[in-house]
């Protein structure tokens, strides 16, 4: 049996896999477990739940593999230095950070007093890992890989082949060229400062015009070969210290863009300025302007390689706007992208590079039953994203008594339903009437999107349902659209396109005589980001759109996360106090159904 422990450390959105014989066998973010979004550090706590879910201790890991490598792109780095001779608070910044990467060892004897770490520790390039995380798991036999993120060891993108000898990249983009940064400067500006604002922008996109493209093609220059280039005189990462912070909390970026930004585009939106149809248009602008990047690239790799399957990773396979055009504005045909493309996914890349490094091979073929693909021989294919904790009844039951005191007071009922298809009949009877349903269920997911198991479930037939949402419980920007949650088989006859996109990480057009349908989950411009759900890979979440098919004949249900500005729910208390603190309906805890009387 060989064991791998993956982890992403020291970077935004931590986390920790356990891949044993070439299966992940556990998955999760450091944040779910901190309580701090996007929480950067060493991720101790995602590596004590996957040593217990394993059952294994820390002197049983044969292996731990980081996807960061300090000496990748060495001579690159130095010469960079000597060329452009930059700020030296940002070189100090830039020792101190590969310091702490290298410290492991350290970091695993202070997070497990006693135990033992007797293994081989595997460095492996960024995008390496990336690329890994996408396509040794995908259901290809052979495919294009892609990484595009801000930066990680000197490159901020990456291309290659995947085939049954693992991943060989032979293309990048290097410091301080990125697209990831292009879009991040643009988020900053638009007065979104927070790390992973940039959902925002891209939601925000559709109400504005591109009126700014000229603008943008002067930040960014896109090369004959597919590749991209920043304007450097619009940026300041080159050659000033950027007010980077990576450790024990939620990470932070300083301000990216220089004055020369403001001088071309206007002044830049303060967090709490109201938005204007400029900023709108900007907005649009710039996506436009990311998907004239990245489509130009997604060509220029199709005449390379003359191959038609795509994976993809990295911080830009975030951008599900792009990404649901890839067949549409691309000469590629398939598309795979794991559920946490960005760092944390790192994490499951670099122990699954190891696992091919190795030579490791899994026995039998895998039929991938949540994803159009091929029957792949030899390694394991990821068609879901349930890789987190799980909560037994007793567990529930325990909590539910403990706070019986506290639920009475609120007014909220308790039943226990152990049937499954009673449960989800009676959860499914809430959301046609209107209600807003916690669900916990099952495994978390791994990766940033709710799948049904940690999700807030609604009607997509009520216009005035997002509304709701960010009165009762969300309290987000208005302008950010909603999810569903579709059953895989209904897919076509609701949207322009029939794809597969079980971890939500495209965005379709519906078709134009259902819009009215489902106005809940229609943006603007009559898009919508979807997840199919199959029965194989969840049946208990099929099951609930099912039922609630059966009583409207919509086969879909609006489905967000379950937080309220913070991580999604991990464990059951964590469900209940979200319940009791929002106004939320309806909480189905496991098989427990719990309720307000005058909800």
Request: net charge neutral.
């Amino acid at each position: 049996m060989t064991t791998i422990l993956g982890l992403n450390a020291y970077h935004g959105d931590a986390s920790a896999c356990l891949v044993r014989d070439g299966s992940i066998v556990a998955a999760a973010e450091e944040e779910r477990f901190r309580r701090v979004k996007h929480w950067a550090g060493f991720p101790s706590e995602a590596i004590r739940y996957c040593l217990e879910e394993g059952g294994l201790r820390l002197a049983d890991v044969a292996h731990i593999a980081v996807n960061s490598d300090p000496k990748a792109s060495l001579l690159r780095k130095i010469g960079y230095a000597l060329k452009t001779r930059p700020d030296l608070s940002l070189i100090a910044d830039r020792i101190r950070n590969q310091k702490k990467r290298r410290s492991i060892e350290a970091e695993l004897a202070n997070a497990f007093p006693g135990a033992t770490f007797e293994g081989e520790i595997h460095r492996i390039e960024h995008h390496v890992a990336h690329a890994a995380s996408a396509f040794l798991v995908s259901p290809f036999e052979r495919a294009v890989v892609l990484s595009v993120d801000g930066f990680g060891d000197f490159s901020s993108a990456a291309w290659g082949m995947g085939d049954r000898n693992g991943v060989s990249i032979d293309g990048r983009v290097y410091f301080p060229h990125s697209l990831g940064i292009f879009y991040q400067a643009i988020t900053q500006y638009l007065g979104f400062p927070h790390y992973g604002d940039e959902y925002k922008v891209m939601g925000l996109a559709p109400y504005g015009r591109p009126l700014f493209t000229s603008a943008m093609r002067r930040i960014l220059r896109l090369e004959d070969n597919g590749a991209f280039a920043l304007d450097l005189r619009y940026f300041r990462h080159h050659k000033e210290k950027i007010a980077y912070e990576w450790t024990g909390g939620a990470p932070h970026v300083g301000v990216l863009y220089s004055p020369a930004f403001e001088d071309l585009l206007g002044p830049a939106r303060t967090e709490d300025e109201p938005l204007e149809e400029r900023h709108r248009n900007i907005a649009r602008s710039a996506q436009a302007m990311y998907e004239e990047a990245f489509f130009h690239l997604l060509t220029k790799l199709h005449e390379r390689y003359r191959h038609s399957d795509l994976t993809l990773a990295g911080g830009c396979a975030m951008n599900s706007v792009a990404n649901g055009k890839i067949k549409r504005n691309s000469p590629f045909r398939r598309v795979y992208i794991q559920s946490a493309v960005g760092d944390a996914g790192g994490a499951i890349g670099a122990a699954m590079q190891v696992w091919s490094e190795l030579g490791g091979i899994v026995s039998g073929a895998s039929t991938a039953t949540a994803l159009e693909g091929d029957r792949i021989s030899g390694r394991s294919v990821m068609d879901h994203a349930y890789l987190g904790p799980t909560y037994d009844d007793k567990a529930i039951e325990a909590l539910l008594a403990a706070r019986r005191a506290e639920l009475a007071g609120q007014d909220c009922v308790v039943e226990h339903i152990g049937d499954e298809a009673a449960l989800c009949e009676r959860a499914a009877d809430a959301i046609a009437q209107g209600e807003v349903v916690g669900w916990f269920q099952g495994r978390m997911e791994w990766g940033p999107r709710a799948l049904g198991n940690r999700s807030i479930i609604c009607d997509p037939r009520r216009a005035d349902m997002k509304d709701i949402l960010n009165l009762k419980i969300k309290r987000r920007e208005s302008f950010r659209p909603f999810a569903p949650s579709i059953q895989r088989e209904s897919v076509a006859h609701w949207f322009e396109e029939d794809g597969d996109v079980p971890f939500m990480m495209q965005v379709f057009q519906i078709r134009e005589e259902k819009r009215a349908a489902i106005p809940a989950i229609t943006h603007v411009d009559g898009s919508g980001r979807l997840q199919t759900v199959h029965r194989e890979t969840n049946p208990r979440y099929w099951g609930l759109i099912e039922a609630f098919r059966v009583r409207t004949g919509v086969p879909m249900v609006l489905n967000t996360s379950f937080n309220e500005n913070e991580p999604m729910v991990c464990r059951p208390d964590e469900a209940l106090d979200c319940f009791l603190r929002t106004k939320m309906d309806v909480l189905a805890l496991g098989n427990s159904f719990i309720r307000r009387r005058n909800g």
